[in-house]
T-cell receptor, first 114, second 110 residues
Framework: DTEVTQTPKHLVMGMTNKKSLKCEQH?????MYWYKQKAKKPPELMFV???????INESVPSRFSPECPNSSLLNLHLHALQPEDSALYLC?????????????FGDGTRLSIL | QKEVEQDPGPLSVPEGAIVSLNCTYS??????FMWYRQYSRKGPELLMY????GNKEDGRFTAQVDKSSKYISLFIRDSQPSDSATYLC??????????FGDGTTLTVKP
């Protein structure tokens, strides 16, 4: 079992829908991350929150909107997605800082856009 | 040129073999070096991490970092079918970002 929990595990949505992905960690970490992973590819960084503030946005389209309500929770709000957005969305957490302690990943949400 | 290059595989070995997985990198600022194991339909699982050069052992797994050569390795002794997975190397040295290799898919045949 992972210590980073993501819900839902699977999500199918139409291009006009609005949905949210949720992530929760109880490791006391103060940095949280969203990644997108396509099949047979490594994770691709989307957003980084450090101490609940957005510190990195890797030029992600505005149809993806992250939110960090507190130090344990991370959300990713989805709206008007495209078929190419179908992927595994991974959440990770770590201690923040320049040394960027190793990240711990959840099992992801597998997203399919119809 | 990519910052991190990982031997692409796929790699297929018989049960009990010693497996060597390797990555090279170009960024001298990298300080933390990680190996993740990812099973199908699961998230990456942190296997080993090392800071700077040296060796680290954990059971059947040994991670080696040679900063002078910009080369890292993961060795798996007495490989088991349950070790069949994709292995990702990752490195960090800048604030908030890790750089991943493309992964090596390993199959251990009984």
């Amino acid at each position: 079992d992972t210590e980073v929990t993501q819900t839902p595990k699977h999500l199918v949505m139409g291009m006009t829908n609005k949905k949210s992905l949720k992530c929760e960690q109880h490791m006391g970490h103060r940095a949280m991350y969203w990644y997108k992973q396509k099949a047979k590819k490594p994770p691709e960084l989307m957003f980084v929150y450090s101490y609940e503030k957005l510190s990195i946005n890797e030029s992600v389209p505005s149809r993806f909107s992250p939110e960090c309500p507190n130090s344990s929770l991370l959300n990713l709000h989805l709206h008007a997605l495209q078929p190419e957005d179908s992927a595994l969305y991974l959440c990770a957490s770590s201690q923040p800082g320049y040394s960027n302690q190793p990240q711990h990943f959840g099992d992801g949400t597998r997203l399919s856009i119809l | 040129q990519k910052e991190v290059e990982q031997d692409p595989g796929p790699l297929s070995v018989p049960e009990g073999a010693i497996v060597s997985l390797n990555c090279t990198y170009s960024n001298s600022a990298f300080q933390y070096f990680m190996w993740y194991r990812q099973y199908s339909r699961k998230g990456p699982e942190l296997l080993m991490y090392t800071y700077s050069s040296g060796n680290k052992e954990d059971g059947r797994f040994t991670a080696q970092v040679d900063k002078s050569s910009k080369y890292i390795s993961l060795f798996i002794r007495d490989s088991q079918p349950s070790d069949s997975a994709t292995y990702l190397c990752a490195m960090t040295g800048g604030a908030g970002k890790s750089t991943f290799g493309d992964g090596t898919t390993l199959t251990v045949k009984p």
